[in-house]
């Protein structure tokens, strides 16, 4: 019995020694003009303007060729690195200005990443040593600083994000580089703004027919893995409204959705609830 102890020791110590956390940091310095008393994501805006396409997509190539806009890149995420909501409240005087530094610092941090791997068909050949889950290496293995404090992209989603905000939403503005994940979006407001932002996001995502569909022939409702994934948040959105949700996720992808969607799943009571498969290609803008 205890020589089977050992060796299970013995491996989950191997596997955590493999697979130990690598931590990613940011070479330059916070820009002279960033606010003394708040803060700012303008130049990653006006980065996510110049290389993000209509249909949410990035050209990663045109960024990686410019050393300026990778600096610019790397300035923001300087100022991400130091200051955070946790480390410099003073900076953050509402909920939405905190949820937006989470949000934007994700992402942003998800773009340096693919910008470090150069060139890359998916962020799934970030992998680990030892890679047990599709994505680990680069969801969970990779370290980046928020506030002072390293963090890998999964925790900042769920220990952070999710747990702190409890804001379905999010899932549709958190962008994971990937096809099948949300387009990332040129915009980053904050106040106000970022609850319309938010709203707008899951009206969006809900009405493409890539992430919900009604087939009629095989009486079935085709939803996103992502619905999937987090479908506690979603049905917790539900009764937070005070909405129905005797039909679980459809409920809540009918209550985001257009007049004729709704009347489409309407029409497909009884339909079983299947999800596509996801696509892990790169989000890159080819043009």
């Given at each position: 019995?205890?020589g089977?102890?050992?060796?299970?020791?013995?491996?989950?110590?191997?596997?955590?020694?493999?697979?130990?956390?690598?931590?990613?940091?940011v070479?330059?310095?916070?820009?002279?003009?960033?606010?003394?008393?708040?803060?700012?994501?303008?130049?990653?805006?006006?980065?996510?303007?110049?290389?993000?396409?209509?249909?949410?997509?990035?050209?990663?190539?045109?960024?990686?060729?410019?050393?300026?806009?990778?600096?610019?890149?790397?300035?923001?995420?300087?100022?991400?690195?130091?200051?955070?909501?946790?480390?410099?409240?003073e900076r953050?005087s509402?909920?939405?200005?905190?949820?937006?530094y989470w949000?934007?610092?994700y992402n942003?941090?998800?773009?340096?990443?693919?910008?470090?791997?150069w060139?890359?068909?998916?962020?799934?050949d970030?992998?680990?040593?030892?890679?047990?889950?599709?994505?680990?290496?680069?969801?969970?293995?990779?370290?980046?600083?928020?506030?002072?404090?390293?963090?890998?992209?999964?925790s900042?989603?769920?220990?952070?994000?999710?747990?702190?905000?409890?804001?379905?939403?999010?899932?549709?503005?958190?962008?994971?580089a990937?096809?099948?994940c949300?387009?990332?979006r040129?915009?980053?407001?904050?106040?106000?703004?970022?609850?319309?932002?938010?709203?707008?996001?899951?009206?969006?995502?809900?009405?493409?027919?890539?992430?919900?569909?009604?087939?009629?022939?095989?009486?079935?409702?085709?939803?996103?893995?992502?619905?999937?994934?987090?479908?506690?948040?979603?049905?917790?959105?539900?009764?937070?409204?005070?909405?129905?949700?005797?039909?679980?996720?459809?409920?809540?992808?009918?209550?985001?959705?257009?007049?004729?969607?709704?009347?489409?799943?309407?029409?497909?009571?009884?339909?079983?609830?299947?999800f596509?498969?996801?696509?892990?290609?790169?989000?890159?803008?080819f043009?």
């Amino acid at each position: 019995m205890y020589g089977l102890l050992i060796i299970v020791a013995l491996l989950v110590g191997g596997f955590a020694l493999l697979n130990r956390p690598q931590f990613i940091p940011v070479d330059a310095d916070i820009p002279v003009d960033f606010p003394t008393d708040t803060f700012s994501h303008r130049d990653f805006e006006s980065l996510l303007e110049k290389y993000v396409d209509q249909d949410g997509n990035v050209d990663y190539t045109r960024w990686h060729s410019s050393q300026e806009s990778v600096s610019t890149l790397n300035a923001y995420l300087a100022a991400v690195s130091r200051y955070s909501p946790d480390a410099t409240p003073e900076r953050f005087s509402s909920e939405s200005q905190e949820l937006a530094y989470w949000l934007y610092g994700y992402n942003a941090y998800v773009i340096k990443s693919v910008l470090d791997n150069w060139p890359l068909e998916s962020v799934t050949d970030v992998k680990a040593p030892l890679e047990v889950v599709k994505g680990m290496g680069f969801f969970h293995r990779l370290r980046f600083e928020f506030g002072g404090e390293p963090y890998s992209l999964l925790s900042v989603e769920n220990s952070i994000i999710r747990k702190r905000f409890q804001d379905a939403r999010i899932h549709f503005v958190l962008n994971c580089a990937s096809d099948s994940c949300p387009p990332m979006r040129p915009t980053l407001p904050t106040g106000d703004a970022l609850d319309e932002l938010l709203t707008a996001a899951a009206t969006d995502f809900v009405n493409d027919p890539r992430n919900v569909s009604v087939d009629h022939g095989n009486k079935q409702v085709v939803l996103s893995t992502i619905v999937k994934w987090f479908r506690k948040d979603f049905l917790n959105d539900l009764a937070k409204r005070g909405l129905p949700s005797e039909r679980g996720l459809v409920d809540y992808v009918s209550s985001e959705a257009s007049e004729t969607l709704r009347a489409e799943l309407d029409a497909a009571s009884g339909y079983e609830v299947v999800f596509r498969d996801y696509d892990w290609s790169l989000n890159g803008s080819f043009n």
